[in-house]
């Protein structure tokens, strides 16, 4: 199991508002999963991760998609 780049994802990085804060996201700050193409702020990501040692995706649920 590795880490696998692709770079045929189509992602608009314009005006995207955060899943959990629902607030405007520059794109310093952009967190996309790269199942579900939801967008997170990083510092709510690292809140929602909490003290679990992996990311996991707040709308679907899959570990390790989450990406900057």
């Known amino acids: ?10 992602i608009d990085y314009g005006d995207k508002t955060c899943l959990i804060c629902w607030d405007n996201i520059e794109y310093i700050d ?6 579900c193409n939801i967008c997170l702020h990083a510092y709510c990501e690292e809140i929602y ?17 989450l990406s900057t």
């Open 1 to 10: 199991m590795g880490n696998y780049v692709s770079t045929q994802n189509d």
């Open 30 to 35: 952009l967190i996309i999963c790269i199942k």
């Open 49 to 65: 991760r909490g003290t679990r040692g992996y990311c996991k995706c707040p709308h679907c649920q899959c570990i390790g998609t």
